[in-house]
């Protein structure tokens, strides 16, 4: 059984959050500092074993030598997940899945705007125009079509519960196989040497769910826009560079995507200087999700979880695993 000497936070918690927190770690000295004090993190980390953070390991965390497990309060953990860390041994996790349930709100955002050409329904108010053609006759809706979501960890997920609700085929393509979800009508699954092709090639909707990592950088460039099904929409929840952006704005100009609905993108803040921001089949979102209730609340259970699983040398919820690197920025 492992112990635990000594914990040092970053979050940005209330006070009852924090004592709540400071709680799980009993026995251990508990130090909490702000995240932009460099000295006093350096300082603290140096005979630290553990690190509660409130954003993305980097290298002032790195100098605390005797780490053995770094937790991040927050999804998405690319830039956390460096090679080093894995080299030393480091045990990393974080806390996605705290807002699976509104990301997943997201998506179908992003894809009922495309359904309902929300854009072209807005100028029309604006105008006090009527318009009832083309869309009575020509827009559908998203019952009866094909989903296709890339990667189904927590969001992944939520989404397909939802999009099954609303009477959708649904296409998959993960890691490794999902079984809890019976209505999942195709599902690619990377450990079993399969693609996404066939999940382009069908797809009315492709939602982006994926983590970021070097195998899925640039996962959608111009070779695989060449699989995609003419006229689909792409959304993407995941990370702006899961997707080439020179093959995402040809496939906006040719027809092969008919829209996108885009969250996350590379760089960020998206420069006012890019391109997306006037194409007119584009829906933009700043990298910005409406909260959940008790979203800290939530973190804190996957951490005092992943307190017990540590201890007791179990799997961590949320773990990031060696083939999970990225490296780069």
């Known amino acids: 059984m492992r112990t635990i000497h000594k914990v040092v936070s970053t979050v940005s918690y209330s006070a009852a959050e924090l004592e709540r927190l400071r709680s799980f770690f009993s026995g251990a000295e508990f130090v909490h500092v702000d995240h932009q004090d ?150 690619y699954v990377m450990s079993r040497g399969e693609g996404p092709e066939a999940l382009y090639e069908n797809s009315d909707f492709i939602i982006l769910c994926i983590a970021m990592t070097d195998q899925t950088r640039h996962m959608l460039d111009a070779a695989a826009f060449a699989h995609v099904k003419r006229g689909a929409v792409l959304v993407n929840m995941g990370r702006g560079q899961l997707v080439d952006n020179e093959a995402l704005l040809a496939a906006l100009s040719d027809g092969t995507l008919s829209c996108a609905g885009l969250d996350v993108f590379d760089p960020e803040p998206l420069p006012k200087d890019s391109p997306l921001w006037d194409c007119p089949n584009v829906y933009i979102t700043p990298h910005i999700t409406p909260a959940v209730p008790d979203r800290n609340g939530r973190c804190l259970e996957i951490i005092r979880e992943n307190v017990r699983r540590y201890l007791h040398e179990e799997p961590l919820i949320n773990q990031v695993k060696p083939e999970d690197r990225y490296s780069g920025t």
């Open 38 to 187: 460099t000295e006093a993190l350096v300082r603290e980390i140096a005979d630290a074993d553990v690190a509660v953070l409130e954003a993305d390991l980097d290298d002032r965390v790195l100098t605390g030598r005797r780490l053995k497990w770094v937790h991040c309060n927050h999804a998405g953990l690319a830039r956390s997940a460096r090679p080093e860390v894995f080299e030393r041994g480091i045990l990393l996790s974080g806390s996605a899945g705290r807002s699976a349930e509104v990301l997943a709100e997201h998506a179908v955002y992003f894809m009922l705007n495309a359904c309902y050409h929300t854009r072209e329904l807005m100028a029309a108010q604006s105008a006090h125009e009527w318009l009832r053609e083309p869309g009575m006759y020509a827009w559908r809706g998203l019952y009866g079509r094909t989903a296709g979501i890339i990667g189904m960890g927590h969001t992944g997920k939520c989404l397909a519960e939802r999009l099954h609700a609303f009477g959708m085929r649904l296409y998959t393509y993960s890691r490794s196989a999902t079984p809890q979800l019976p209505f999942i009508d195709h599902e």
